[in-house]
Each structure stands twice: as C-alpha cells, then as structure tokens.
C-alpha cells in the first residue's frame, strides 16, 4: 500500500490521509489540480522539479502576507504588442500604469514587482548606507531582538575568526574576486550605479531624509573593514558562473524575499508585526544553542540567501529547516544567485563594520573569479568602470523617454536602473509551468507558506518531539511541492551555458524566482552581448589565401630589390642557325652553278608533261595560242625555267602567242620573259604575239575576258588595238584560241582559271605550267575524267622533263644540278639543325624543371 | 543548264536557307554551341592585354582581291577588323590595318571609319588607324607589312585574308617581337608555312569562322552550322559517289556532272 | 537632321549586284547582266588600283612629315614609286608617238631592280622555310611537329635525282605523298574555304556582313 510521508515529520501516513496523523500537519495540498498532486506525489530525489500550481496555496497564506503581496491579479497575462516587442521597459510601463494592479503570483507583474521592490531596496541602500543584510533591521533599533543587539555587539570580534576560517576553504564561494573589483567602487556600490547615485544627488537627500535614525548610525561605522576582507577576497579562488555583476535579485542578503522585505519596510512591519507563529519561532530560535560560526560555514557551504541569512537571525533556529534543507539539498553553491552574492560582496565592503563575523566570510567566499574573466569585466567597464550601456543611457535621452514612469517615480529614491534594455524579452514568456501563457499555473510563490509554516509552531514541534536535526532529515523526495516548486530548475552552469549558446530565453534558476521566464538576467545578458568580443583573434586562413600572403610578401620584399635584366645576346643561337643554314644552302646552290657535269640524271617523263608535249605537238603553224603569265617576279627564277621549254616550244611550232596576266606585274613579266629566256625566236610584238597586259578584277574580270575578250582588252600592251593585229586574227570569242596555256605558281590562280576558263573553251585544250607547290592541287583537273586540264608542267623537274622531251635544253636543266644539290643541302640543314633544336629543347626543359624545383 | 549548274543553285538556294533557319534558331537561343579554337581564345585574351597595355593590335588583311574568290578570306578579314576595332575602343590606341590590295584597302578604311562613328571614337584615333596599301606585290607587302609588326605599339598580330609564302617573314617577324600573332589564310601553301612558324594557326575554313567567335553577329554562327551540315552533305555525296563508281555507275555520274545525256 | 543614305544604298547595291552576278551562273538570260556587273567591277578594281597607289603615296608623305616617325625609307619610297611612274608615262609616250612599244626603261627597271629584290627576298625566304621547320621540332615537340618534318624529308630525298645512288623507293614514297595524302587533305580542306566562301558571299548578299560601313 502506497505511503504518504508528511512533509513535516517525515513519517509514513496512509495514503488516504490528509492530515498527518503524527504532527496534524497537511499530507495533501490544498490544490484541486490533480496534475499539481501528480507532480508533488511523484517527487522524488534527483527527479527534476517542474513547475507547481500553487495558485490554491494563495489562499492559506496569513492575513498579513496576502495584504503585502496583494490579490492575485487578475489582470490579463501580460502581453507583449508588437509596437512594444522590443522595448521590456514599455511593458513595464504598461504593467505598472495599471496603478492598482496587483502582481499575480508567477506573472509578469509579479516579476515587475520584484524589480520594483530591488528599486526600492537600492534606493534606500543607496541613501542609507544601510547593511543589505540586515534588512530585517530596518525596524528601529528599539524593535530588535534582544539577540540581534546581542550579536551586534559581537561582530567586531567575529570577524577575525571568520575569516580565518574562510581562507582555510571551508566553502567555495561562488564570487570571484572580481566581484569586488569589476562594476564595484571602492565603496562598494557598482560604478554605474555610483553614477546614477551622484547625478541623483537630490533624490538622494530625499533618500536621507527618510533613512531611520539606527541606520544613519550604522552608516558612520562603515568605513572601516574593508582592507581587510578586500586582500582575503582577493586571495579567493572563484566559481561563480556570473561573476561580480550578479544582479540584485528578489532576495535580501538574509534570505528574505524581497516582496516580503519590501512590505516591511514600506509599511513599517517591525517584528511585533510579525504574526505569531514567526515571533514564537524566532524567540525559540533564540533559546536554541547558537551555533557558533566554524559550524555554521561547516554545516551550510553556501546558501543562497547569504550565510548571514542562516547565521545571523535564523542560522540556529531549526524552525527554518526548510529554509536550510532548500540551501542544502536545492540551492548548491553554484546555485547562489549571482547578482545577490554580488550585491552582498558589495554592500561587504561599504559597511565592513557592520557586517558580522559571518558576512565576512561571506564576502571572502565571494572572492572567487568571475568565470568570464577579467577580459570581459576589462572590456565591460573600461575606462572609468562605467558600463557602456549606462553612459548610454545617461546620455541619450531617448533611453530617459523609453523608461516606464514606475521607474522614473522609483529613481529619486535611489532606484537603480536597469541596465538591460536590450532583454527584450523578460516578460515575453509566462512562468514556467505556464508555458501556455494563460495564467493557470499560479505563482509558486501564492503558496510560498505553506499551511504547515502559518499553522505550526515550535511549539508544537516541540510538542510533537521533533526537533531541528529531525526536521533536517526530511528527505529529499518528501519536499513539499512549493517548496520543490522553488528549487532551481535549472543549474546555473547550465543556464550559463544555454546563455552563451545563444538561447534567447531566461529562466530564473534560484530563489522565489526559479523557474520563471525572462526575467532580467543581469551579468547574463550583458555577458551574453560581450560574448562576442571573445572571438578569438587567431584568423583563418586557408591554404590558397597563405599562399596570396606569401606571393604578397614576397613581392613587397623584392620590391626594393633591383633585378638585373638579363641582356639578350647580340648573336642569339637562333640568329646562329638561321645564318648557317643561309649560308650552306647560297654556297652549296652557287657552287652547283659551277659545275656542268651531269651529276644527276634527268626526271623520268611523266603522263601530264607528255600531254602538254602532245597538245604543242599538235599545234599548226600560226595557231593562236593564250599564254596566262599569272605568277610573281619573286617566282621568275623557277617559273621562267619551268616555262621556258614550253614557250620555247610554242615559238618552235609558229604559234601565234596572245599574253595575258591577272596580275599588275604581268605585262612586264612577259616582256622580261620574252626578252631572256626566248630572245633568239625574235618574236616581234603585234606580229607573233600581243601582250594585252593585266586583266584588273581577279576571277571577275578573268570571267568577263572569257566571255568577251574584245571588250574586256581591248588594247595590246603598248595601247595599239589588240585585235586588229595579225596573232589575234579571227579571234572572237576565248574558244578561238587553239591552245590555252597557263603559267603559274598559285594553284588558286590555277584553280581560277580553270574553274572560270575552262567551261568556255569548247574543247580547246588547257595546260598549265605550274610551279612544285601548286602540283597537288592542280593535279585532280589533270586526273579527273573529263580532264579539265589537258597536261601540265609541274616544277623544274617537269620542266627539265619537258626539254628533255623536246631535245632543247634551257634553264631547267641548267638548273637541274644546282636544284638537287640545293634539295641535299636543305636535307642535311634540316636534319643537323632539327637535332641542334631537339637537343635545345631538351634543354630548355630540363633548365626549367630545375628552376621549378629550386 | 547542265546538271553542274542545277546542283550548284540547289546548294546555294539550300546554304541561304539554312542560315535564315539558323540565325532564327540562334536569335531565339542563348546557348552558343561553338568547339573551342584555341587561336580565338587566346586573341581575346591578347586584345585585352593591349588594351590594359596601351598597345596597338595589328590587323594584316593580305592581298587578296576583292572581286576573287580570294576575296572571303579578305572579307573576313575585315569582320575581324571591325570586331576587334569595337573591343579596342577602350584602349589607348587604335587598330592598326594593313593591306596589300587596293580595293582591300579601300574597305578597310571604310570599315575603321564606319565602326568607329559608330562607336564615337576619336577622330585622332581614327586618322591613326590606317589601313592603307602597304605594297602592291607579295613580296614588297610583306616588307611593308613588317614594319608595322615590328612597331613597338603593336602587342599583337591578326593575320586574316590571302597570303602566299610570304606570311612567313610576317609569322617570324611577330615572333621575334614575342607578340601574339594568330594567322589565317585559304591559300593552302601559306597554311603550310604557318603551321611550321606561327603559335597560333588557322587550318582550313577555321579562318572563316572568325566572326563567331569574335561575336560578329548571330548570322557568323548560323553560317557556321548551315557549313557544318553541308560538310555531312558532301562527305556523304562522296561516299555516294565511290559506291556508285565501284558499282559501276561512273561514266553516269560523269555524264550528269557534264550535263550530255 | 542628318540622314544616312549611304549604308542603305550601298547595301542595296551590294545585294543587287551579288544577285545578279550569282543568277548570272545559273541563269543564262542573267548573263548581259552578270557581263555588265563584271566590267563594271574590272573598272573598279582597276581605279581601286590607282586610288591605293595614291593612298600609299599619301600614307609615306604623312610619314615623311611626321619627325618622330622613320621618315627615310618612306622617302626612299616615294622616290622609287614617283620614278618608276614617271619612266612608266614615258615609255607610253613613246610607244604612241613613236610607234616603238619597247617599253626600254621599264624593262630595265624590271629586269635590274625589281625582280632581283624579288628573287632575293624569294631567296631569303626559302632559308627562313627551312630554318621554321627546324624550329618547329623546338616549338612543339610533339607528334604532329615530327611528323610533319619527317614528310618534308621525305618528299625532298624523293625529289632528288642523284644518278650514283638511286632511290627509287623514295621516289614512290614522295610521289604516294604528293599524290594522295597531301592532294586528299588539300581537297578537303579547298571544300571547307569553298564552303566558308560561299557563306561568306551570301552574308554580304543578305547585307549581314558590310564592309562598306558608309
């Protein structure tokens, strides 16, 4: 059968109980919501606590706490419009303009009002000079217990101890040293807020005016501790995730939630204001043995409330075992809200000599380094230690418009500003366990005191034998639900984590606030937007780029470097070759001239040379015969030997030679032709031949001559009418003419002709002379069936062929033995300097592939 | 009309009509489909060079006519001229044309004086352009042509019309300037000598696809394709005409050809 | 306003005349037309002829002008050329006054000046042939470039006629080269300009291509 442990004495009831059965206290809380019950009977230790439903709870609290605290409000969840998206203090605005409205537990306005209560409390902090950690003694002096005056009265005399204790490490304080360094003057208080302090001034005095007398006392003992505590700080070895600028939370530096503080202070709650359940049990604390300060820094490493929270007023009362239990088992060291720790290590050192033994240790404790390091404290509060968002803020006046009226009515009392005015998103979210916003998971803290805290008594415990040490041994997994509703969800180092990944959201870890969602995260979020100027410097560079740099170097460093230029040699190898080969080829050629001996025997006669021999042979005397002189004066040396046999021939048969060229220089040609290498024929011009000149227009104009001859020439070379002398007789048309014979070294000149001639001559035969390059390409007319050319005479060796056949030497063969020659001359300067260029290039590679690899 | 004449305005009747169907195609498509000629590729990058230079680029239109069939060569010559005149506009100093025909040198003036009003180029820039007639004979234009290779202007060399042996003093005497010089000519002896003494020849009918590839217009490209389609025409006519003649049908092919019966 | 009327009309002419003369080949009653078009087109070329040469003279007295430029062989140029010209007009002068068409000075100046030059410069060029096909085995060492020398080779041992050691094989080496591989590759290469030529041709008809940008 399933157990129902009591929260209170630990003890099994049945399950069906809801009173337990040994001290009458509630088994089951006074929440309808069975999710709620689920939730509180399935804690177990270890188990996550997830959000309660406490709203019910509100209801149980004492008359007096549910006036502090107000109604719940029924306000509409607090909505964030789109024109205030991004400005949090907007919403507060608007959350505080609603004037009556009154924070509902675990809403916005609940988180606006803890804000406003921090205001309050630092205002009067600030104008005050007050111990943070005695807010409980801001009832006058003639209010205080006995046992506080009494513990006053020791304070000097503990600190010493204390500290000692502290160094020796008793407990790992989550504030590093620069909590008292970073934002924190030298009186302690955060530059920024010390600036906001002095341009204040007057809102100050106001402050002061208000300050009670005991305070104003304390205020004139401060100065003097703090060298002290300052050097054993510094000597600390830290581990606090948040560092010095841990923001002021909902908690006094005694433990006290601050709504509850605030209410004392604003409506004078002394402690015979305090019901009476609270004033029985801290008058049994009083009784109690007092534990001494080494048990108290042994038994309670770190509380989140401050050690003097469970040393000074409460720290030997067992009746607040819960609140011990929720230090030990909830609220780890890391736990510990920063901003309070960083406020307690604050307010430390203003007021040294009012701070008890154990607050020293507190501070000391404290010392540990800030987890982001000096750079980030160096970089946040540079210069004059201001933080760049608070000289922002004082400076533009459009932040001063943006601030919501609350906080401009709270700022003469000392109200500090908060500083996070890029937290878009404090209030965006609901409290956890409200994700959905709609108010129906109530304010953990509506049920903060539970039943059993405003019901029983130490006297009753007394009554029922338990004692502090049986209290204390509540486990874990029989907390309460509000009281498991309180314990941080989440570590700090995780949040701290979740921060720095970027995570937008914050949820408060520790204290009455744990759990809820967006509220100011303080150093987080300051350190979250500093994150980023942690960036490493180290650059990166890629392979390509390392190589740019280099190439970049390199260059910049040779700029100033004079390179000599390599002067190009005045006789290159090249230069070398192309005179050797100039010269073998004019000696070998003008020797070969010398000799007349027949070294070389004559070409064989070939088919197209025949026919060309076959087609002269065939002429009658007198025929009219078209000679083409369509080659170059360049050429003249291998064109007239070519041509020279088959003229000569032409003039043995009595042909009657009609010259034309289609070049410019052709006319000339002809008669330089005429006069060398045929002079002994004494042909006359006008009587066995007419030179009609050039022929201007290329195919065009060679087209129009064949199809009108008369028209297109109409005068000879010397301007006499061509065709009225004696060789162009009877001649019409291009057909006229027996024979067409055409000179030249073009093949595209030969092509010419007989693509545009050809077609027209009806049968008169075209031959051509032709020179050794235009051969291959004349030689398909030749070979074609019907043969568009009749024969022709390609190169010296057809030319030298051709006088063979006509038994009449010329130029060709005397040309033949210097031409062969010549040929083996241009084969050995061939193979000699294509291996010179072979080996050259060899060479040249090999040098190169050396450089590369140098 | 004989069978020849018939087949031969079937071909140019079919040639026209392939390059309005293509330029239709190409004016309707972006992609340009064109093998890459390392010539053309490395002209580009040789303009732009003389042009960051402050260099002239030289262009050779030969000697051919422009009333012979030499005379395609010639004319693509001068589209090179106008290409090349366009992308240089920016450059310091104009193209400079030389010439060895005088109709050539006629159009050549002609061309550098209608793109360059077309493109508002200085008139100094203009008068500076040349394109005169260099030399009437091959051989005293080549000699004329060399100087202007050989200026110091001049960082690179175009090459384009009809050329005989002579192209090679030109081919060498750009090389020894270490200057680009690409060279194209439809005399097949000249492309002979250039394959052996230039960097950069144009074999073949590469020479007449200059305009394409220097983006004359959309009609050079269709050109090219209406080409491409009549070589798969004649390599197939050819292969056609060997199995008829081995199948004996060749002295029916030469009658055709000649038009008897 | 300025209007431009003559890229149109010579764009015009262009295609008119190419028409012609193209339906000329085809179409004999085109022919008169054609036969027109095509003297029309010899005058032309032969005043292009004389408007180049004046053009030359222009360009080398610009040049001759211009200090900064190597005004010498411009000069030497224009002396060459006004010479030749004027020995020209008297040669013609004497063949119609005097009935004696010799044309003496011409032909000296031929005979003597010009073609010597020429024959040199032919001369000069075939030693820069075979050096380039040395230099090509250290331009482009590759396959191509080998073979292309070997086949130069080859074609010149075939060529030579040397009675004391005969080669007759490299006779038929060369002739198998010259006749087949080089005439093959020659004809299909005259197909591809014949075919860039005809595309080139219908461009200037269709007036895509104007190289007479009025």
């Given at each position: 059968m399933a157990e129902n442990r009591c929260p209170m004495c630990g003890k099994p009831n049945p399950a069906d109980r809801e009173m337990c059965q040994f001290c009458e206290a509630r088994l089951k809380p006074l929440i309808d919501s069975p999710a709620a019950e689920e939730d509180t009977s399935s804690l177990s230790p270890g188990s996550a606590p997830s959000p309660q439903d406490t709203g019910e709870l509100e209801r149980t609290l004492p008359a007096w706490l549910q006036d502090a605290r107000g109604t719940p409000s029924q306000e509409e969840p607090f909505t964030e419009s789109p024109e205030e998206g991004g400005d949090w203090l907007a919403n507060l605005r608007d959350s505080s303009s609603s004037g009556d409205a009154v924070p509902s537990p675990g809403t916005e306005e609940d988180d606006q009002d803890w804000l406003q209560r921090i205001r309050a409390l630092d205002s009067e902090e600030k104008a005050a000079e007050k111990p943070p950690f005695e807010e409980k003694e801001d009832v006058s002096e003639a209010d205080l217990p006995d046992w506080l005056s009494a513990l006053r009265e020791e304070e000097p005399e503990a600190v010493p101890l204390a500290t000692e204790e502290v160094l020796a490490g008793k407990s790992a304080f989550p504030f590093g040293e620069d909590a008292l360094e970073g934002p924190f003057d030298k009186g302690g208080k955060p530059d920024w807020f010390e600036e906001e302090s002095e341009k204040e001034a007057i809102e100050e005095d106001v402050s002061e005016a208000d300050l009670p007398d005991w305070i104003l006392e304390m205020r004139a003992e401060e100065p003097e501790a703090v060298p002290l505590a300052t050097e054993e700080v510094l000597a600390r070895e830290p581990a606090s995730p948040?560092?010095?600028?841990a923001p002021e939370g909902p908690f006094d530096e005694d433990g006290k939630l601050d709504w509850f503080k605030e209410e004392s202070e604003e409506e004078g709650v002394s402690e015979t204001d305090l019901p009476d359940w609270l004033s029985e049990m801290e008058a049994e604390k009083l009784k109690a043995e007092p534990l001494g300060e080494e048990d108290v820094l042994a038994r309670k490493p770190a509380s989140p409330f401050g050690e003097d929270a469970l040393e000074k007023p409460l720290d030997e009362g067992e009746a607040l075992d819960w609140l011990e239990e929720e230090s030990e088992e909830d609220v780890s060291e890391a736990d510990v809200p920063d901003w309070l720790l960083a406020m307690d290590a604050a307010k430390l050192e203003e007021e040294p000599e009012a701070v008890p033994g154990a607050e020293e240790e507190v501070l000391i404790e404290k010392t540990v380094s800030s987890p982001f390091g000096e750079d980030v404290e160096d970089e946040l509060f540079a210069g004059d230690g201001i933080p760049d968002w608070i000289e922002e803020g004082d400076e533009e006046e459009e932040l001063e418009e943006e601030r919501p009226d609350w906080l401009l009515e709270e700022e003469p009392s000392g109200e500090i500003e908060l500083p996070f005015e890029e937290t878009k998103s404090v209030f965006e979210k609901p409290f956890v366990g409200d994700e959905d916003g709609d108010?129906?998971?109530?304010?953990?803290f509506a049920g903060d005191l539970p039943l059993w805290l405003t019901d029983a008594s130490d006297e009753e415990l007394a009554e029922e034998g338990l004692s502090g040490e049986a209290l204390e041994?509540?486990?874990?997994?029989?907390?309460?639900g509000w009281v498991e509703a309180m314990r941080p969800v989440k570590t700090p180092s995780q949040e701290a984590r979740e921060l720095f990944d970027g995570e937008e959201e914050y949820v408060e870890n520790a204290g009455p606030l744990a759990g809820m969602a967006n509220i100011l995260p303080t150093e987080a979020g300051i350190i979250k937007a500093q994150k980023a100027a942690k960036h490493s410097f180290k650059l990166m560079v890629t392979e390509s780029q390392r190589g740019y740099i280099s190439l970049l170097e390199d260059l910049i460093a040779n700029e100033g470097k004079s390179e000599a230029i390599p002067t190009p040699s005045l006789i290159s190898t090249q230069r070398v070759l192309r005179w050797i080969i100039a010269l073998v080829l004019f000696l070998s050629v003008g020797m070969a001239f010398s000799y007349t001996g027949e070294a070389f025997s004559y070409p064989l006669h070939r088919g197209e040379t025949r026919a060309v021999n076959e087609s002269i042979q065939a002429l009658s005397e007198a025929s009219p015969v078209l000679v083409a002189f369509d080659y170059e004066p360049a050429l003249s040396g291998e064109m007239n030997a070519i041509a020279a046999g088959v003229v000569d021939h032409l003039m043995l048969r009595g042909a009657y030679l009609t010259f034309v060229s289609t070049s410019p220089t052709g006319p000339v040609l002809v008669e330089n032709f005429l006069s060398t290498?045929?002079?002994?024929?004494?042909y006359v011009h006008s009587q066995q031949y007419v030179n009609l000149g050039y022929i201007p227009g290329g195919a065009a104009g060679l087209l129009s001559f064949v199809i009108a001859p008369q028209n297109i020439m109409?005068?000879?070379?010397?301007?006499?009418?061509?065709?009225?002398m004696q060789p162009l007789?009877?001649?019409?048309?291009?057909?006229?003419?027996s024979l067409v014979l055409v000179i030249t070294d073009d093949p595209d000149t030969a092509r010419m002709w007989v693509e545009q001639v050809q077609s027209h001559l009806a049968g008169t035969p075209l031959v051509m002379a032709v020179s050794a390059q235009a051969e291959p390409l004349v030689r398909p007319y030749y070979e074609v069936t019907p043969q568009q050319v009749a024969g022709m005479v390609a190169g010296l060796p057809g030319g030298t062929s051709y006088e063979q056949l006509t038994g009449r030497g010329n130029l060709a063969q005397g040309y033949w033995n210097a031409f062969n020659i010549g040929i083996m001359a241009t084969i050995a300067v061939l193979l000699i300097s294509g291996i010179v260029n072979v080996i050259a290039s060899q060479v040249n590679k090999n040098r190169s592939h050396n450089e590369e690899g140098a | 009309m004989t069978i020849t004449g018939v087949i031969g305005l079937l071909i140019v009747a079919s040639f026209f009509g392939l390059m309005i169907i293509f330029n239709i195609v190409r004016n309707n498509s972006t992609e340009v489909n064109l093998r890459t000629i390392p010539a053309y590729t490395k002209l580009k990058r040789a303009i732009g060079l003389a042009v960051e230079d402050g260099k002239q680029i030289h262009v050779s239109l030969g000697r051919g006519g422009v009333t012979s069939p030499q005379s395609a060569s010639a004319f693509v010559g001068l589209s090179m001229l106008e290409r090349v005149i366009r992308i240089a506009s920016a450059g310091d100093l104009p193209p400079v044309a030389t010439t060895g025909n005088a109709a050539l040198s006629i159009l050549a003036q002609d061309t550098i004086r209608g793109t360059s009003g077309e493109i508002d180029l200085k008139k100094t820039k203009v008068s500076s352009a040349g394109g005169g007639l260099v030399g009437l004979t091959p051989f005293s234009y080549a000699v004329g042509t060399m100087s202007a290779i050989r200026s110091d202007t001049v960082s690179a060399n175009i090459l384009a019309g009809w050329y005989g042996n002579e192209i090679i003093w030109l081919t060498t005497a750009g090389e020894r300037q270490s200057s680009f010089t690409m060279a194209g000519t439809a005399h097949l002896p000249a492309q002979a000598v250039m394959y052996s003494s230039v960097e950069e020849p144009l074999i073949g009918e590469e020479l007449f696809a200059g305009g394409a590839y220097l983006d004359a217009g959309s009609m050079h490209e269709a050109s090219l394709n209406a080409q491409d389609v009549f070589r798969w025409v004649l390599v197939g006519g050819i292969l056609i005409g060997i199995l008829l003649k081995l199948a004996g049908f060749g002295q029916l092919i030469q009658n055709l050809l000649v038009g008897t019966p | 306003m300025k209007l431009k009327f003559r890229a149109p009309l010579a764009t015009a002419i262009t295609i008119a005349v190419g028409l012609v003369v193209l339906s000329g080949y085809f179409i004999p009653a085109a022919a008169s037309l054609r036969f027109i078009s095509l003297r029309v087109g010899m005058v032309l070329a032969a005043v292009a002829l004389l408007v180049g040469v004046f053009n030359l003279l222009s360009v080398h007295f610009r040049k001759i002008a211009d200090k900064d430029s190597k005004g010498g062989y411009s000069f030497i140029l224009v002396v060459a050329l006004l010479t030749t010209l004027g020995i020209g007009i008297y040669d013609m002068y004497k063949a119609y006054a005097f009935g004696n068409p010799n044309f003496e000075w011409t032909n000296w100046i031929f005979t003597y000046i010009q073609r010597p030059v020429e024959t040199s410069l032919m001369a000069v060029m075939t030693v820069s042939l075979a050096y380039s096909a040395t230099y090509l085995l250290r331009r482009k060492m590759n396959y191509l470039a080998i073979g292309f020398f070997f086949v130069v080779l080859l074609v010149l041992l075939g060529t030579i006629s040397l009675s004391v050691i005969s080669f007759p094989i490299l006779e038929d080496i060369r002739s198998w080269i010259v006749h087949v591989p080089a005439v093959g590759g020659a004809r299909g290469l005259l197909l591809g300009i014949a075919l860039g030529t005809i595309a080139t041709g219908l461009r200037i008809i269709m007036g895509s291509d104007r190289p007479y940008e009025g």
């Open positions: 948040f560092g010095e600028d108010g129906s998971s109530e304010d953990i041994e509540i486990t874990p997994g029989d907390l309460p290498t045929q002079a002994d024929h004494n109409p005068l000879a070379f010397d301007g006499a009418d061509a065709w009225e007789q009877g001649i019409i048309s291009i057909s006229d003419f | - | -």
